[in-house]
């Protein structure tokens, strides 16, 4: 199966600092992004909804843990790739410099 969404390449510099993004921010990033829409919660899942996307590509979940980063750096690499944010987003939010 094909995804819609590219995989990304990320110098080292910004994996650092990515790689240490906690849940709680990854959320809170989410919320900021206008072509991210919250649902709701299921359990300690926050759903969100990109009506660009096609089903079944267009739903991500972050499973929330207070203060906790992504042990699974492959999983955060393909839940990056899955919400399509790209450099530029990132450091309009200060998440990279």
């Known amino acids: 199966m094909e995804l819609p969404f590219p ?3 990320w110098s080292k ?5 990515l ?14 992004d ?3 829409e919250f649902l ?15 089903a079944p590509f267009d739903h991500v979940a972050i ?3 207070p203060k906790e980063r992504y042990r ?3 999983l955060l690499r393909a839940i990056l790739d899955h919400i399509c944010w790209t450099r530029d987003d990132l450091v309009k939010w200060k998440v990279i410099k």
């Open 13 to 17: 510099q910004e994996w650092d600092q």
């Open 72 to 74: 699974d750096q492959k």
């Open 40 to 54: 709701g919660t299921k359990g300690s899942r926050y759903i969100y909804r990109n009506s660009e996307l096609q």
């Open 63 to 65: 499973h929330f843990h």
């Open 19 to 32: 790689r240490g993004i906690t849940k709680s921010k990854m959320i809170a990033l989410l919320n900021k």
């Open 7 to 9: 995989k990304k390449k």
């Open 34 to 36: 206008t072509r991210w």
